[in-house]
């Protein structure tokens, strides 16, 4: 699944459970969940497919979590933070191994983290709106919670 996806999904979770501890891992167990559905994907050990879109889709990430933090209202912007942090993290193994060699996270949940996944490589457009979907809803309403508070 894209990253942009799972930044949409956690700042709904930092919404719902507004205290970061538990925003993050619930976004953390929210990426799992995703990770079971269909979504797009390349597979392991195909590096020279996923890379290019991959960054891409960080800049993009990187983008929707900002819009969302600055959406947010005070009091729920921590949380939101969270939950989108938490939901990115299961990821991690992706970049340590392309910029160290090797993932942040024990073999054993690599291992899971790999079993779960639904890839198909025809699925990148309904990925990319699905993003874009959740980014929106989720800027949306979250403004409506600040607008709410003023």
């Known amino acids: 699944m894209i990253i942009s996806s799972h930044v949409g999904a956690g700042a709904f979770v930092g919404m719902a459970a507004p205290r970061p501890v538990p925003a993050l891992a619930l976004g953390f167990l929210s990426h799992l969940v995703m990770d079971a559905m269909p ?35 005070a009091d729920r912007r921590v ?49 990319v709106a699905t993003a874009a979907v959740l980014t929106a809803a989720g800027t949306l309403t979250l403004r409506r919670l600040a607008a709410r508070r003023h």
Request: charge should be neutral; include cysteine; aromatic fraction near 8%.
């Open 39 to 73: 979504h797009w994907g390349t597979g392991p050990n195909t590096e020279p497919e996923w890379l290019p879109i991959a960054r891409k889709d960080g800049v993009a990430g990187l983008a929707a979590m900002a819009l969302l933090t600055a959406a947010a209202p």
């Open 79 to 127: 949380g939101v933070l969270a939950g989108m942090i938490g939901a990115c993290l299961p990821d991690t193994d992706k970049v340590g191994r392309y910029f160290v060699g090797s993932s942040p996270w024990p073999a054993r949940f690599d291992r899971f983290h790999e079993a779960i996944q639904n890839e198909a490589r025809h699925r990148l457009p309904r990925e």
